[in-house]
């Protein structure tokens, strides 16, 4: 089946959406983790549950052809987190 012209404009959205859900209900975890370098061990519950979601509301076509809940992920949680003191950057 061929993707919608704003199918990706969509997915886009819902991806930047679940990913700032999750850096605004964990601030601290999130900031605590880079500081220590362990962002994607500290929070892989909460990514894994993300990335269902995300996987859950977007064809599997588009699913399996981008990247945009990944792509979020450093957009939405870990840019703006530039200014923590980490080993990371």
Same mark, same amino acid.
């Given at each position: 089946?061929?993707?919608?012209? /704003?199918?990706?404009?969509?997915?886009?959205?819902?991806? %930047?959406?679940?990913?700032? /859900?999750?850096?605004?209900? *964990?601030? &601290?975890?999130?900031?605590?983790?880079? &500081?220590?370098? *362990?962002?994607?061990?500290?929070?892989? /519950?909460? #990514?894994?549950?993300? %990335?269902?979601?995300?996987?859950?509301?977007?064809?599997?076509?588009?699913?399996?052809?981008? *990247?945009?809940?990944? %792509?979020?992920?450093?957009?939405?949680? #870990?840019?703006?987190?530039?200014?923590? %003191?980490?080993?990371?950057?």
């Amino acid at each position: 089946m061929a993707e919608q012209p /704003d199918e990706k404009a969509k997915a886009r959205r819902l991806a %930047r959406a679940i990913a700032s /859900d999750i850096s605004m209900y *964990n601030e &601290e975890k999130i900031v605590k983790s880079i &500081e220590q370098d *362990n962002f994607f061990d500290a929070l892989k /519950d909460k #990514l894994d549950e993300g %990335r269902e979601l995300y996987r859950s509301r977007v064809s599997q076509d588009l699913y399996s052809k981008s *990247n945009f809940f990944e %792509r979020a992920i450093v957009d939405v949680i #870990l840019k703006p987190k530039a200014h923590v %003191r980490s080993k990371i950057w």
